[in-house]
């Protein structure tokens, strides 16, 4: 047997979860869809004494909109969310974004809370919970806590989940009426890990500029990044194709891409800046200038 | 070891065993019904080879535990056929050459089905975007997005 010995714990509840992951969260891990953690275990990078399995805890995967807020639960499947009206309504980004994120076995397995849970340098969920300041809700034996993605993610597959807390709910703020999104990738095949990816979600103004603008990045650090500076040169002025190819190469001057087997740094960047141009340009309903 | 009884539904019939916590499905498969047609090609989600329906959505039997497939219905490559026959897709796949060693074959066929449900006529950005999880290590491509073309002018044939 591949993966190495744990045990197998199947909660039917939020509550009987936590009281699990407060028992044994000395070695425990949280498993979802499985599509990266299955994965570690079968390679042994991941040696969890226990796996408290949420396949069949009930409450966990629903999707709506309420009070302004599109509500993921954590066990939404990727194919679920991709396919739900509340999310063409409320965040179309996270949609567009998630028909990259792995082929159709994956996506039929893999879950929201999952990804964001997993925090791969690489996720494109990741990536547009920055873009849309998303709210990660986060329960333990007792109690539950919420805190903002940005917040959320410290570092390649960390974040700030305590070893007996749970991701239970994505929170996304429904975005303003009238606001453009686009997500643009490259990887080495598509649907492949993402080498450079932007997420970009504009609100244009009544007259034709920017009211607001938010741009996140893969590739442009060790994990997804907002590329702040983007959207403070940005606000305000109109979506020319000169102005945001300067922005865009201002920002990710200061970023530091990783280099590795797939990419240099160098050419990460070179990507990145075509590939935030171009979502700038076409959230912006503009064309993308002839290079 | 920490075990667990379950039954899952493969093909049709109702199969009960007490299985290891840690026991992957596409293993289930394999060494406990000695269903020995879903291969193992990557074994971590990567290569697509071990892929099947579960409860009608394809998944990769590699990255699921059996004890996750208690009560599911699960369909193998050995369950498409019908007696004597073959699947409209697996006659096609035959008909057009669409596999060398055939190591990927069952991955196919299965990400097949799933396309051909949803999309009756799929134009061939839509194959190969539907099949890109799907390493053909043979690299015979192009006869397989011709074979998937075939299969669905055959399934909507009826």
């Known amino acids: 047997m591949k ?21 044994h969260a000395d070695s425990v891990r949280v498993l979802a869809g499985g599509q990266s953690l299955m994965a570690l275990l079968v390679m042994r990078m991941a040696r969890p004494a226990v796996l408290v399995d949420l396949n ?19 066990m939404a499947r ?21 028909h990259w994120a792995g082929p159709r076995a994956v996506r039929n397995r893999g879950t929201i809370g999952g990804s964001i849970a997993h925090a791969d340098p690489s996720s494109e969920a990741c990536c547009v919970a920055l873009c ?23 570092d390649a597959l960390v974040t700030a989940a305590e070893p007996e807390e749970m991701v239970t709910e994505i929170r996304i703020p429904v975005l303003p009426p009238g606001t453009r999104c686009a ?64 922005a865009v190469r201002a920002a990710l001057a200061e970023c530091e891409p990783p280099s590795d087997l797939v990419a240099s740094a160098a050419h990460r960047r070179a990507v990145l800046e075509g590939l935030a141009e171009r979502a700038i340009l076409r959230a912006a309903g503009a064309e993308r200038a002839a290079a | 070891m920490s075990t667990v009884e379950i039954t ?26 000695r269903l ?10 990567v290569c697509g080879a071990c ?62 089905i799933e396309l051909l449900r949803e999309n009756p006529d799929p134009s061939e950005t839509e194959i190969r975007e539907a099949l890109h999880g799907n390493i053909c290590r043979c690299t015979g491509y192009v006869n397989i997005v011709k074979a998937v073309r075939r299969a669905a002018e055959l399934m909507r044939a009826g």
Request: proline fraction near 6%.
């Open chain 1, 132 to 154: 849309l300041d998303a709210r990660v809700v986060l329960a333990r034996r007792g109690g539950s806590r919420e805190m903002a993605a940005r917040d959320f993610f410290r």
């Open chain 2, 36 to 45: 020995t047609g879903t291969h193992v090609g990557c074994g971590h989600g």
């Open chain 1, 183 to 246: 997500f643009e990738e490259v990887g080495v095949r598509q649907a492949d890990l993402a080498m450079a990816g932007i997420a970009v979600a504009l609100t244009p103004a009544p007259d034709g500029g920017i009211a607001a603008l938010r741009v996140a990045a893969i590739g442009a650090g060790g994990l997804p990044l907002r590329l702040d500076a983007v959207e403070g040169a940005l606000r305000g002025r109109r979506a020319e194709p000169g102005l945001v190819r300067d």
């Open chain 2, 51 to 112: 892929t099947v329906l579960v409860d009608g959505a394809t998944m990769r039997s590699c990255l699921m535990l059996a004890v996750q497939a208690d009560g599911a219905s699960i369909t193998t490559v050995e369950g498409l056929a019908p007696p004597g026959g073959l699947h409209p897709v697996q006659q096609a796949f035959h008909e057009l050459h669409a596999l060398q060693c055939g190591f990927c074959t069952p991955g196919f066929l299965a990400s097949t």
């Open chain 1, 56 to 74: 069949r805890c009930a409450g966990l995967d629903d999707i709506a909109v309420e009070g302004g807020v599109l509500r993921l639960g954590a």
């Open chain 1, 78 to 98: 990727q194919i679920a969310v991709q396919r739900a009206p509340a999310v063409a309504q409320a965040a179309p980004l996270l949609a567009e974004a998630l």
């Open chain 1, 3 to 23: 993966p190495p010995p744990f045990r197998h714990l199947a909660p039917r509840s939020i509550e009987e979860a936590c009281d699990m992951l407060a028992e």
């Open chain 2, 8 to 33: 899952v539904t493969v093909n049709g019939s109702s199969r009960t065993r007490r299985v290891p916590d840690r026991l992957l499905l596409a293993d289930f498969l394999r060494h406990e019904l």
